[in-house]
């Protein structure tokens, strides 16, 4: 019996120190897949902000040649604005919100953006 007892005694150490050594191991690579997992969705939103600001960018263009803007649009443009707001969106935007905001805004029977308009024309020819 004393011989299993110091067996043990000397194995516990060891094992204590490998199963500690394990998942430290197992810590290290969670904390890898953590790390990845965050960049991935820094990226994404990062990615999402970019096809906002170009929407917003893209539409505040448009409205302006068009010279007026109609309440479907300027629903559309706050849905955007918004989201990009909410987000962090940056000044330049707040800017482009304040032009969209002092725009005539009206009903119109025709919806199609100047865009649409511009590709139809074109293709009449």
Not at 53 to 78: A, C, D, F, P, S
């Amino acid at each position: 019996m004393k011989v299993l007892l110091e067996t043990y005694y000397i194995l516990l150490p060891i094992i204590a120190t490998a199963l500690i050594g394990w998942v430290g191991v197992l810590l290290k690579g969670q904390k890898k897949k953590d790390d990845e997992r965050e960049r991935r969705q820094k990226a994404q939103s990062e990615g999402i902000m970019l096809i906002l600001r170009y929407m917003l960018q893209r539409y505040h263009g448009e409205y302006h040649m068009q010279g007026v803007i109609t309440y479907n649009q300027y629903k559309n443009w706050n849905d955007i604005y918004q989201i990009y707001k909410d987000l962090g969106g940056n000044s330049v935007a707040e800017e482009w919100n304040d032009d969209i905001e002092r725009m005539e805004k009206r009903e119109s029977a025709s919806e199609m953006s100047i865009y649409a308009a511009f590709l139809e024309n074109r293709s009449k020819k």
